[in-house]
């Protein structure tokens, strides 16, 4: 054989090996790390993140401590995941993985903006709370619907129970024909005696 194919066969196989550990080098070392967008909006242009400062256009991992001040909303974009919304004064650690979004939501409130899966909150009850687009869940209350702070229409049910009852018991009370007689007519027979 000819040294100089020797050498050219010699080099082309270090070549080969060199060029294939870097390529696995460089495949081994990628993460899989989905990674959401913070949106900030309202008076402050800042919230915290890890207990950080972070702007608006940050990039937010998983298990991340995010904290809203007073008049000021963040949204968490996880492009085709979903979005999360962090009302002021919201203090939640958001978790995030290809199956889908948790999170423990320590005080204020979290709504889910849009999302394919349902989203798990642990509330500061202990109460896991799944939900869906739209849905939102404030700490130390369970899952909220509706956007009014006034307690719900409940307390007009039992009102309006109440005073039927009282209606009734006067209306029955006042007419003739039932001839109610309290306290007369009665024998009281005492076993004392």
Same mark, same amino acid.
């Given at each position: ?80 995941? #979903? !979005? ?5 004064? &919201?203090? =939640?650690?958001?978790?995030? $993985?290809?199956? @889908?979004?948790?999170?423990? /939501?320590?005080? #204020? !409130? ?5 999302? &394919?899966? =349902?989203?798990?909150?642990? $509330?500061?009850? @202990?109460?896991?709370?799944? /939900?869906?687009? #739209? ?16 307690? @719900? ?41």
């Amino acid at each position: 054989m000819n040294s100089k194919t020797l050498i050219r066969k010699a080099l082309s196989i270090c070549l080969m090996v060199a060029i294939y550990a870097t390529y696995s080098m460089v495949t081994l070392a990628s993460t899989e790390r989905i990674a959401g967008e913070l949106l900030i909006s309202g008076k402050n242009s800042s919230v915290k993140v890890n207990g950080e400062t972070a702007q608006s256009g940050r990039s937010i991992f998983s298990a991340s401590t995010i904290s809203t001040p007073e008049n000021t909303s963040a949204i968490i974009n996880l492009g085709k995941f #979903g !979005k999360l919304e962090l009302a002021p004064n &919201t203090t =939640a650690n958001i978790s995030f $993985t290809d199956k @889908g979004i948790s999170g423990d /939501l320590l005080s #204020g !409130k979290i709504t889910v903006l849009g999302t &394919t899966n =349902a989203v798990n909150i642990k $509330t500061t009850e @202990g109460k896991i709370v799944k /939900l869906n687009a #739209g849905e939102s869940v404030s700490a130390g209350r369970q899952q909220d619907d509706d956007d009014d702070d006034d307690g @719900g229409a409940a307390w007009w049910v039992w009102a309006a129970i109440f005073g039927g009852a009282v209606a009734a018991v006067v209306i029955a009370a006042t007419s003739d024909n039932n001839r109610i007689a309290l306290g007369g007519g009665t024998t009281v027979v005492s076993t004392n005696r």
